[in-house]
């Protein structure tokens, strides 16, 4: 005994078929802001405990190398942004290049980076040191794993070369740049 | 049924509900023991039946699983599986194992021994000839259905499934590996039954969750495929470093309590997404499919897996609220609800699903399943809620204002004498599905006049 069931669309385009590159990218991104945004929530929130200390603690670390980092990264972002106008076009060898200049970029930030890291373990700064690089730690440690990845990723995309790859390679890398956009100033300035 | 050798799935799944009987028995002795404590307290020392009861449930879980992927995987890849008789090998290899581990505990034999004795280290105990015993059978498993999916067609409910089951193997290895340090002990524990229950087994429920909502609902492969995915994703996403959630206080760095608690918050979404696909799957659907109670089971595992792993899992995840909470009766309701949501529901669904098809009499008994579905599903949330306000006052007393242990249990008591008899309802419960499962009766219920609402 089965009525008829009245036929409902299934079919419709979604919204979801309209973004850029692969949907499982876009899920990633939107699961990095939220761990990214919850890391940030609790850094401000254990700060309000200690706000002498975090502030002290924030001078051991390479303010200008960071905000020197946050241009760099800005500027690999636009390059992989004019990589996917370069792959739309079908401009192979531009789309490449580009991107090889982006992850130069991105080896540049993790040199910077590494110098700062550098320092801090020479002075004996480690994760329990204090709360603040707790958190400078794994917020930036997880970052930079991020630009490893990223520069990984722009290579294994400027092999495919085609337009849909290089928007969600691009998507990513746009993702690792907005991260330390948020991060710098709160780890760094505040 | 399609494919003859998806009659393998009958005994996987006999032996499966046989362990179930066993567990949930063993569950009521324990919880008569919280009643009356010095029930049984010479012969069945609570540590043991504790051990037993977590165990078989285990067990009897992945038994499932097994029955669930030789039912489905000759559907999904249209082939026979590769060998009948390895299937029927693996099986005996798993209940001798089985029987083996309860004899030497039980009965506390060989201890000390390498090969016979047991090693001592809670829930991965069993001794070491079951623990090869228990890898011969994985590997056996993994040859059997890989073959199958390989020379056939491959679909992502298959890809998933089998991702998972290579992945829960491989984890199982770190039963090995016993280090010295009892920190680095726990640390390696963990990545086999966290990662098993938070990640490796979310992939075979979110496969077979998928194979039913394709058969039960008729939505489209590819609607259906696209959810599966995300839901994976976010699965590994956060149950991956979700498992610092168990390294709060086990001597592991302190940092491990921001990513614990930041990761494992998000293991909420896996089992919010799962809950929300089914549903959306079911609205959708165009297909008014004859197996009610197989539908019953499939969205009560998805939403009380929702509530018992992701809402009761997330109350005390927080290192926060875990620094009080831990290891109290919180813990228990989270355990007891999350295991009976996500897999063992998961297990009674595609049981309901395929036992019908495999002994063709579908649909059969559905009156009874459906009812032996609200007695378990009632029971559980029940003693959910009893191990919760248990659990709350415990804390307040114990942690917050210092009481000794004993003292504080001789206050739950009314607490456990009311979980007691939800654990009644449970077992009745069961023992319902496995009759409406094994005695089977053609059911044809006639639907009576359709009367115009005035």
């Known amino acids: 005994?089965?009525?008829?069931?009245?036929?409902?669309?299934?079919?419709?385009?979604?919204?979801?078929?309209?973004?850029?590159?692969?949907?499982?990218?876009?899920?990633?991104?939107?699961?990095?802001?939220?761990?990214?945004?919850?890391?940030?929530?609790?850094f401000l929130a254990v700060r309000?405990?200690?706000?002498?200390?975090?502030?002290?603690?924030?001078?051991?670390?390479?303010?200008?190398?960071?905000?020197?980092?946050?241009?760099?990264?800005?500027?690999?972002?636009?390059?992989?942004?004019?990589?996917?106008?370069?792959?739309?076009?079908?401009?192979?060898?531009?789309?490449?290049?580009?991107?090889?200049?982006?992850?130069?970029?991105?080896?540049?930030?993790?040199?910077?980076?590494?110098?700062?890291?550098?320092?801090?373990?020479?002075?004996?700064?480690?994760?329990?040191t204090h709360a603040f690089f707790t958190f400078s730690y794994l917020l930036t440690g997880f970052h930079a794993a991020h630009v490893i990845a990223g520069i990984l990723l722009l290579g294994l995309v400027g092999a495919l070369a085609t337009p849909r790859a290089v928007e969600t390679g691009a998507a990513f890398w746009h993702m690792v740049d907005l991260v330390w956009v948020l991060l710098f100033p709160v780890v760094y300035l505040l | 049924?399609?494919?003859?050798?998806?009659?393998?799935?009958?005994?996987?799944?006999?032996?499966?509900?046989?362990?179930?009987?066993?567990?949930?028995?063993?569950?009521?002795?324990?919880?008569?023991?919280?009643?009356?404590?010095?029930?049984?307290?010479?012969?069945?020392?609570?540590?043991?039946?504790r051990m037993l009861h977590t165990n078989s449930l285990v067990v009897w879980l992945l038994l499932g699983f097994f029955g669930a992927a030789y039912y489905l995987v000759p559907e999904e890849s249209e082939r026979e599986i590769h060998s009948t008789k390895l299937a029927y090998l693996q099986l005996i290899i798993l209940v001798v194992g089985t029987a083996g581990v309860v004899v030497t505990y039980l009965f506390n034999l060989f201890d000390g021994n390498f090969l016979l004795g047991n090693e001592g280290r809670e829930f991965i105990e069993q001794p070491r000839w079951v623990k090869a015993g228990i890898v011969v059978a994985a590997l056996i498993f993994l040859y059997n259905i890989s073959l199958t999916v390989l020379a056939g067609k491959k679909t992502?409910?298959?890809?998933?499934?089998?991702?998972?089951?290579?992945?829960?193997?491989?984890?199982?290895?770190?039963?090995?590996?016993?280090?010295?340090?009892?920190?680095?002990?726990?640390?390696?524990?963990?990545?086999?039954?966290?990662l098993w229950?938070?990640?490796?087994?979310?992939?075979?429920?979110?496969?077979?969750?998928?194979?039913?909502?394709?058969?039960?609902?008729?939505?489209?492969?590819?609607?259906?495929?696209?959810?599966?995915y995300v839901i994976v994703a976010t699965a590994l996403f956060s149950g991956i470093l979700g498992t610092g959630h168990h390294y709060y206080w086990i001597g592991t760095p302190g940092y491990w309590q921001w990513i614990g608690s930041i990761f494992s918050t998000l293991e909420i979404v896996p089992f919010f997404g799962m809950m929300a696909f089914a549903f959306v799957m079911v609205w959708k659907g165009r297909r008014d499919h004859p197996n009610k109670a197989a539908m019953l089971w499939a969205l009560g595992c998805a939403t009380l897996?929702?509530?018992g792993a992701g809402?009761?899992?997330?109350?005390?995840?927080?290192?926060?609220?875990?620094?009080?909470?831990?290891?109290?009766?919180?813990?228990?309701?989270?355990?007891?609800?999350?295991?009976?949501?996500?897999?063992?529901?998961?297990?009674?669904?595609?049981?309901?699903?395929?036992?019908?098809?495999l002994r063709?009499?579908?649909?059969?008994?559905?009156?009874?399943?459906?009812?032996?579905?609200w007695l378990m599903s009632g029971g559980m949330v029940f003693m959910t809620f009893t191990l919760t306000f248990a659990g709350t006052v415990q804390t307040h007393l114990q942690r917050v204002n210092g009481q000794a242990y004993m003292d504080v249990q001789d206050q739950l008591w009314i607490f456990y004498a009311m979980r007691f008899g939800s654990g009644v309802a449970v077992v009745l419960g069961a023992l319902l599905f496995i009759y409406a499962m094994a005695f089977p009766r053609r059911e044809v219920i006639e639907p009576g006049p359709a009367v115009a609402a005035e």
Request: charged share 10%.
């Open chain 2, 197 to 228: 229950v938070e990640a490796t087994w979310e992939l075979v429920m979110a496969s077979i969750l998928a194979f039913l909502m394709l058969k039960l609902t008729g939505v489209d492969r590819e609607v259906i495929e696209k959810w599966l």
């Open chain 1, 48 to 128: 309000i405990t200690d706000p002498a200390g975090f502030a002290e603690a924030q001078t051991h670390l390479h303010r200008t190398g960071a905000g020197i980092n946050t241009v760099v990264l800005v500027t690999s972002g636009w390059l992989a942004a004019l990589a996917v106008q370069a792959a739309e076009a079908g401009r192979k060898v531009r789309l490449r290049g580009l991107l090889a200049l982006a992850s130069a970029l991105g080896v540049v930030f993790l040199v910077l980076k590494g110098s700062e890291y550098a320092d801090l373990a020479r002075a004996g700064i480690g994760f329990e």
């Open chain 1, 1 to 42: 005994m089965t009525a008829p069931t009245p036929t409902r669309p299934q079919d419709q385009p979604s919204v979801l078929d309209s973004l850029p590159g692969e949907l499982m990218m876009w899920v990633l991104i939107l699961s990095e802001l939220a761990v990214f945004g919850a890391g940030l929530a609790a």
């Open chain 2, 360 to 373: 063709g009499r579908d649909p059969y008994n559905q009156v009874l399943n459906m009812a032996s579905f």
């Open chain 2, 305 to 307: 897996a929702f509530f």
């Open chain 2, 156 to 194: 992502a409910i298959t890809n998933i499934l089998l991702l998972g089951l290579w992945l829960l193997s491989l984890l199982f290895l770190f039963a090995f590996y016993n280090p010295a340090n009892l920190a680095l002990d726990k640390q390696y524990w963990w990545f086999i039954v966290h």
């Open chain 2, 1 to 49: 049924m399609k494919y003859k050798t998806q009659k393998i799935a009958i005994a996987y799944f006999a032996v499966a509900l046989a362990l179930f009987t066993v567990q949930v028995t063993l569950g009521l002795i324990l919880g008569w023991i919280y009643v009356s404590p010095n029930f049984l307290s010479e012969i069945l020392p609570f540590n043991i039946g």
């Open chain 2, 311 to 357: 809402v009761w899992g997330f109350l005390h995840t927080l290192h926060g609220v875990n620094y009080y909470t831990h290891g109290t009766q919180i813990t228990a309701a989270h355990g007891h609800l999350a295991f009976f949501g996500a897999y063992v529901s998961l297990n009674l669904a595609i049981i309901s699903y395929a036992m019908p098809i």
